[in-house]
């Protein structure tokens, strides 16, 4: 009996720790404004945003084809719902332009990062 409660006490500590944890972590807000401007910086936010933070794009730095290659990974292993061809060419642009190759590539050639390797 007396496991019993304590193990019931545990399980009731650790369940109010996870619910101040859930109800003191909030997420930072991201806007598009946050970014660089240029012609279809909202649409490549919104696309990318339904899933994860928009910091995590910009910081990749990838040619088109990386690009590319990426939006064609997000959309069949992750979920991504497809693009039409014009928001995919306004999405593409925005990145190619605006996140271009990064100055420090990866040893032995691009990775992707989305790729569990």
């Known amino acids: ?8 006490t545990g399980a009731g500590l650790l369940a109010c720790a996870v619910t101040a944890m859930a109800q003191t972590f909030t997420p930072r807000e991201e806007s598009p404004e946050e970014f660089p401007a240029g012609a279809g910086r909202d649409d490549t ?5 339904a899933c994860h933070n928009f ?9 088109r084809r990386q690009w590319e290659e990426t939006l064609v990974l997000m959309t069949e292993k992750h979920g991504m719902p497809a693009l039409d061809a014009k928001d995919r060419e306004t999405v593409l642009n925005y990145l190619e332009t605006t996140y271009p190759p990064s100055a420090r590539a990866a040893p032995g050639g691009w990775q992707n990062p989305f790729l569990n390797r």
């Open 45 to 49: 936010f919104y696309a990318c945003t």
């Open 1 to 8: 009996m007396r496991y019993f409660l304590s193990l019931l």
């Open 55 to 63: 910091k995590l794009v910009a910081q990749q730095g990838f040619s």
